[in-house]
């Protein structure tokens, strides 16, 4: 019997997976910017005009997906600007470095260790800030996460897991798939124990890397 779904882990770094539903979905998520130039018939796709032939005027304020805003970027041409969301500023990235655990994460954005990373597409003088709290924020909160997956087993831990960002979730889900399989073969009730998903795609994506 075969699944009708196999799902694939988000992209790495700056490129999207497009396989990826999450990836999919953390590319809707829009980025506050600014119309360098005027944009032809833009308007009614960014919600500002109510037909397709409209136009949206040079200066204009826009809230614009990801992916679009990634296509309009070009640094020579000055077509859009793009700000910074909050949560990657200097105010919240100083909270981040007093204490990461404490901020709900979901709540700020559901997509915040991928969405950041994929802003490092931008130019920004606030890249190597930005990249080096997405990397703090995830070592601060990694071990609390998987420590919770270990021993918060048969509890509710949906006020814990409302706080994750979507990468947090899905890492402790696997920890708690690995406690559930490890109990069990414990108890005699599996002949073995298998690699977890996610190890399997990241050595199937490491040797697809090497092939090419």
């Known amino acids: ?6 799902p ?17 979905l953390m590319s809707q998520e829009k980025l506050p910017g600014r119309a360098e130039s005027a944009l032809p018939r833009l308007a009614f796709a960014l919600g500002q005009g109510a037909g397709t ?3 949206i005027p040079e200066g204009s304020k826009l ?14 041409r000055r077509i859009i600007s793009v700000e910074l969301p909050k949560i990657y500023k200097e105010a919240w990235r100083t909270v981040f470095s007093a204490d990461a655990n404490v901020v ?36 601060s909160r990694f071990r609390r996460i998987m420590d919770s997956s270990q021993n918060a087993y048969n509890e509710d831990t949906s006020a814990l897991v409302a706080r994750l960002d979507e990468l947090e979730r899905a890492l402790f889900q696997a920890g708690q798939k690995g406690l559930n399989d490890f109990q069990c073969w ?7 124990i298998t690699a977890s998903s996610l190890v399997q795609n990241y050595g199937k994506r490491k040797f697809t890397d090497m092939d090419g």
């Open 1 to 6: 019997m075969f699944e009708a779904y196999f």
């Open 8 to 24: 694939v882990g988000p992209g790495l770094g700056l490129e999207e997976n497009f396989l990826s539903l999450d990836d999919i």
């Open 104 to 139: 709900d994460l979901h709540k700020m954005g559901p997509y915040y260790y991928g969405f950041g990373s994929q802003l490092l597409n931008f130019d920004n003088p606030e890249n190597p800030e930005i990249a080096q709290t997405i990397l703090q924020t995830f070592i």
């Open 186 to 192: 414990e108890k005699g009730q599996a002949s073995q």
């Open 53 to 55: 032939g409209d136009s």
């Open 63 to 76: 809230e614009i997906p990801l992916w679009l805003a990634k296509g309009l970027h070009d640094s020579k």
